[in-house]
């Protein structure tokens, strides 16, 4: 037999050697991920009370992978004292490096959540109707959970890694905090690497993502009594000066304008990998005006844009800079009173990620998602950001898949991760990593 079909045989019993382990350890993973769960690793910078088990939960996380002795480090990096990050490395100093990412913080379960929670409860951990549920469990420490097994899976089954694979579990995440987050994984400006985000995908591979950025506009009026309104709407002599200005009359305008933006980009921004209406501007804060009996002296909206993969997010801060410029030089009041724009406001802007289906790290992927799922992926759009948007400025190409699913519950009440897709992610992580690392 030719040596090349003897290795080729030797390869595939590795693969089935890797997969079988995975199957015979599923009770192990399933424990660890239920024991995740019951962490209230909520981030500390959304909540008032010190009620975070965020940095005991990267402890416990950390002496847990110290005790499978796999990795050559496992360390606790953090410029934060309280949302430390976790960077496990096998093979640290090789060339050639596959990152898998996931975050270990989770969004606060409020107290109406908690009234309509009945999945378990929110920091149980419990395992129903083959299930495993609990805040985090779908965003994002499934997935998490599922690459660390799989590294551990592939070492323990004696497979000879030529790379390095680096494990990261990040904090910061949940508030685009990438400063103390991602900001802390060593190398990523130096060395060419492939990454694999665990965010939850509904088992979908998403080879490309919106960009995000969030801003506010505020504008400035004239308060006056509510008796003078019709004086600012037809004044009664010419020339005469206006006794007052509606800050949320003015506000309209503006958003008026920005909505018909919104569906003119649902008209003419086409992209192969996203339905219509996902590029898209969203207002989610109004506040103006101080008493019920005089016209608002100002008024404010705080809002976010999220955008096609293949724009510059430098030309669409720009055309949304233009189209509220547009407005203001038509209107007398806002010509001179321009309105006031800050973008980014409170996060950082998010740049899009838009990695070719047909790419090499792709074309290995797939190939492990169709072994263990019997059928070629669906690239997709995802149309949500995390930090694997902030990652991609590091110019790494960059696959976002994982097990848990927005309908699950993310963000809101009986949040829950399939224990089947787990698993079956686990084997995609490792055979991703043999593809890559072998």
């Not at 959540?113 to 378990?120: A, C, I, R, T």
């Not at 994984?185 to 985000?197: C, F, G, M």
Request: aromatic share 8%; with cysteine.
């Amino acid at each position: 037999m030719p040596s090349s079909s003897k290795s080729l045989i030797c390869f595939f019993s590795l693969i089935n050697n890797v997969l079988e382990r995975i199957d015979k350890t599923k009770p192990g993973l399933i424990k660890f991920l239920s024991d995740s769960n019951k962490f209230k690793s909520i981030n500390p910078e959304m909540i008032d009370e010190n009620v975070s088990e965020l940095k005991e939960y990267q402890e416990w996380t950390q002496k847990e992978l110290l005790s499978w002795k796999i990795f050559d480090d496992v360390s606790l990096k953090s410029s934060d004292y309280n949302q430390p990050n976790i960077i496990a490395a096998i093979n640290k100093d090789v060339e050639g490096t596959l990152i898998f990412n996931g975050h270990s913080d989770v969004v606060p379960v409020t107290k109406e959540q908690e009234n309509v929670w009945d999945l378990g409860t929110p920091w149980g951990g419990e395992i129903i109707d083959n299930k495993i549920c609990g805040r985090g469990a779908s965003d994002m420490k499934g997935g998490s959970v599922a690459f660390l097994w799989a590294i551990k899976s592939i070492v323990e089954s004696n497979v000879d890694l030529k790379r390095s694979i680096i494990a990261t579990l990040v904090s910061g995440e949940e508030t685009g905090n990438h400063k103390v987050g991602i900001d802390n994984i060593p190398n990523l400006d130096v060395k060419k690497s492939y990454i694999i985000s665990a965010e939850p995908t509904g088992m979908k591979v998403c080879s490309s993502s919106v960009g995000e950025f969030y801003f506010l506009i505020k504008i400035d009026g004239r308060s006056t009594s509510l008796s003078n309104r019709h004086l600012s709407i037809y004044p009664n002599k010419i020339n005469s000066p206006i006794p007052g200005v509606n800050a949320i009359d003015k506000m309209w305008k503006i958003q008026r304008a920005l909505y018909d933006l919104e569906r003119d980009w649902g008209i003419w921004e086409k992209h192969d990998l996203m339905e219509a209406g996902n590029m898209n501007i969203n207002i989610s804060i109004i506040k103006g005006g101080e008493t019920y009996s005089a016209l608002a002296d100002s008024c404010e909206i705080v809002g976010s844009v999220l955008f096609k993969p293949d724009l510059n997010l430098a030309d669409v801060v720009n055309q949304f800079k233009e189209t509220i410029e547009s407005v203001s030089i038509s209107d007398r009041w806002l010509k001179n009173n321009p309105p006031k724009v800050q973008i980014p406001y409170v996060l950082d802007a998010k740049p899009p990620i838009n990695i070719s289906p047909k790419s090499k790290f792709c074309a290995d992927f797939s190939k492990a998602f169709e072994k263990i799922k019997k059928e070629k992926p669906q690239f997709n759009c995802s149309t949500t950001t995390s930090d694997a948007n902030y990652l991609h400025q590091y110019g790494h190409d960059i696959i976002t898949f994982g097990p848990g699913e927005i309908e699950a519950g993310v963000h809101g009440p009986n949040e829950y991760v399939n224990i089947d897709n787990l698993v079956e992610s686990t084997k995609i992580y490792a055979l991703s990593a043999i593809n890559w690392c072998t």
